[in-house]
């Protein structure tokens, strides 16, 4: 299971920071060919990122490619040359239509093969920034094999919602449980959007302990003072992983001495116990280890 607590924006129009990037060490980074380039600059930016791409030095990053919108012109020149490139996901914005989905995995399809690249390759990472996007989470997650994430919108949401973003997220609670229902029913990860304050450390903190308890995977980043804050609310404790360990560690013996149930620290385990111990073990790194 890929860790994706923290990706990273990008601006795909500055090499400094796309060459860069990596040695923050967030889990992955985002190259950013949307919002962050304007209109002028889109066509050097997907030369730039394509460019980056080839170098291939992220440092074990996962590296994905934000996309301009299919609702443009350009979305099909930027997947035609950061695919072929390296980029292993492409995070497309503003998703409301699982047929926009259907149609990028068909043309994924055209440009793997003819880049020699196995079928199926490229992840889809779906920006849903509108009511209709999120009304639509579960259909757009399964609209292809390949989709890998669902990520809420900040700004654009909170527009088309007609509200704003405020300190405690107030407006963004409900939206994102939604989104985790719909996540966990189509078999993806949940990532949250970013959090905009940059110099409030405890605002993030305050916000990521919230999203994790919701269920999220991770977290959009965008300045890389913000990932420490992520990995450290995100990475299990030691008295966490300890625990889980003993109570994977019981089952398994349970299991080969032909139980159906045990006890570990006066509590009777039972699957999802196991589940989320064995979950928590993958995220601290240690999936399969035990005591």
């Known amino acids: 299971m890929s860790l994706r607590r923290t990706m990273l924006y990008l601006p795909g129009n500055n090499p400094n920071m796309l060459l ?5 060490r ?3 980074l985002i190259l950013d060919l949307e919002d962050a380039v304007a209109p002028s600059e889109k066509d050097a930016a997907r ?14 990053c996962e590296v994905t490619v934000r996309i301009n919108g299919m609702d443009t012109e350009l979305w099909r020149e930027d997947v035609a040359a950061v695919v072929p490139a390296g980029a292993t996901g492409l995070r497309v914005p503003k998703v409301e239509n699982p047929r926009d989905i259907r149609l990028l ?7 793997e093969s003819q880049a020699g690249i196995a079928e199926g390759r490229t992840a889809i990472f779906c920006l849903l920034e509108t009511a209709l996007g999120i009304w639509r989470a579960y259909d757009i997650a399964t609209a292809s094999p390949r989709v890998a994430a669902l990520i809420p919108g900040g700004e654009d949401l909170t527009a088309d919602l007609r509200t704003q ?4 997220g107030a407006e963004l609670a409900t939206i994102r449980s939604l989104l985790v229902v719909a996540a966990r029913a189509a078999g993806v990860d949940a990532l949250d959007t970013v959090y905009p304050r940059v110099a409030d450390d405890e605002g993030l903190r305050r916000e990521v302990a919230f999203i994790k308890q919701l269920g999220f995977d991770g977290k959009s980043v965008i300045h890389p003072n913000q990932i420490p804050i992520v990995h450290d609310i995100f990475t299990p404790t030691e008295a966490e992983v300890e625990k889980a360990k003993r109570i994977v560690a019981a089952a398994r013996d349970a299991a080969a001495r032909g139980l159906g149930a045990v006890q570990v620290d006066g509590r009777m385990v039972d699957k999802p116990v196991v589940r989320r111990a064995e979950f928590t073990l993958s995220r601290a790194g240690l999936s399969g280890e035990v005591m």
């Open 20 to 24: 860069r990037g990596h040695l923050f």
């Open 165 to 168: 973003r405020s300190a405690d």
């Open 26 to 28: 967030p889990d992955g």
């Open 47 to 60: 030369i730039l990122v394509r460019d980056v791409l080839c170098r291939g030095e992220f440092g074990g």
């Open 105 to 111: 995995d068909e043309y994924l399809g055209e440009v």
